[in-house]
């Protein structure tokens, strides 16, 4: 199963491709970030990730989507670009008509790194180790879209999964205790839980 991983931003969006082959076991495919100038009219701005979202459907056929959820943040200017190319990247899986899956910030840093607080050194280092890569992937935009993709290639994954998630009900919150989790896992419900209490984290960009 292929997934696009989508880091949203109106300055840098992240993608990245990866593939799962069962358990936990995941290879890189394809990773790049979309960068648009500041100085360049918003529409014009989101057409350029747009129809970079496109190509990357058409060229990897992914079988899912997975895009990070988008909070209210204090810096207003900055969430309302990312709010934007995060309905961009929705809208595009849609008319691919492809399952799509929202992940928070802390929810994805927590399963790769067992850390819902990572910092992005720790999730470039972490997303390096786990596709074997020789150097960690740059800029962070990049990482954090390959990290979603891992996140959510080891949630389980398939339709039903990514459909529910798209909703967010209290049935997507993943198990924060019982036999046969891993302190990873503990950590990653943990972390899911504080964000949807919290609603909201520091400034992305």
């Given at each position: 199963?292929?997934?696009?991983?989508?880091?949203?931003?109106?300055?840098?969006?992240?993608?990245?491709?990866?593939?799962?082959?069962?358990?936990?076991?995941?290879?890189?495919v394809?990773?790049?970030?979309?960068?648009?100038?500041?100085?360049?009219?918003?529409?014009?701005?989101?057409?350029?990730?747009?129809?970079?979202?496109?190509?990357?459907?058409?060229?990897?056929?992914?079988?899912?989507?997975?895009?990070?959820?988008?909070?209210?943040?204090?810096?207003?200017?900055?969430?309302?670009?990312?709010?934007?190319?995060?309905?961009?990247?929705?809208?595009?899986?849609?008319?691919?008509?492809?399952?799509?899956?929202?992940?928070?910030?802390?929810e994805?840093?927590?399963a790769?790194?067992?850390?819902?607080?990572?910092?992005?050194?720790?999730?470039?280092?972490?997303?390096?180790?786990?596709?074997?890569?020789?150097?960690?992937?740059?800029?962070?935009?990049?990482?954090?879209?390959?990290?979603?993709?891992?996140?959510?290639?080891?949630?389980?994954?398939?339709?039903g999964?990514?459909?529910?998630a798209?909703?967010?009900?209290?049935?997507?919150?993943?198990?924060?205790?019982?036999?046969?989790?891993?302190?990873?896992?503990?950590?990653?419900?943990?972390?899911?839980?504080?964000?949807?209490?919290?609603?909201?984290?520091?400034?992305?960009?």
């Open positions: 199963m292929r997934i696009l991983g989508v880091d949203p931003g109106l300055t840098r969006c992240g993608l990245g491709v990866v593939e799962a082959a069962g358990g936990r076991k995941v290879r890189l394809a990773v790049d970030v979309v960068r648009t100038p500041a100085e360049q009219a918003p529409h014009l701005r989101l057409l350029t990730v747009a129809e970079a979202l496109d190509a990357w459907l058409r060229e990897h056929r992914p079988d899912v989507v997975a895009v990070e959820r988008v909070f209210a943040q204090a810096n207003v200017r900055s969430v309302t670009g990312t709010s934007q190319v995060a309905g961009v990247a929705m809208l595009a899986a849609a008319r691919a008509h492809l399952p799509l899956a929202l992940h928070t910030p802390s994805v840093k927590a790769v790194t067992g850390n819902g607080r990572a910092d992005k050194v720790q999730v470039q280092e972490m997303v390096m180790r786990i596709l074997g890569l020789a150097a960690r992937p740059k800029p962070a935009d990049a990482a954090d879209a390959l990290a979603l993709a891992i996140c959510h290639a080891w949630r389980g994954g398939g339709v999964s990514a459909v529910r798209s909703y967010g009900g209290a049935d997507t919150l993943p198990r924060a205790a019982g036999a046969g989790l891993t302190p990873a896992q503990r950590a990653w419900a943990e972390a899911e839980r504080a964000a949807r209490r919290a609603g909201a984290v520091a400034p992305k960009r």
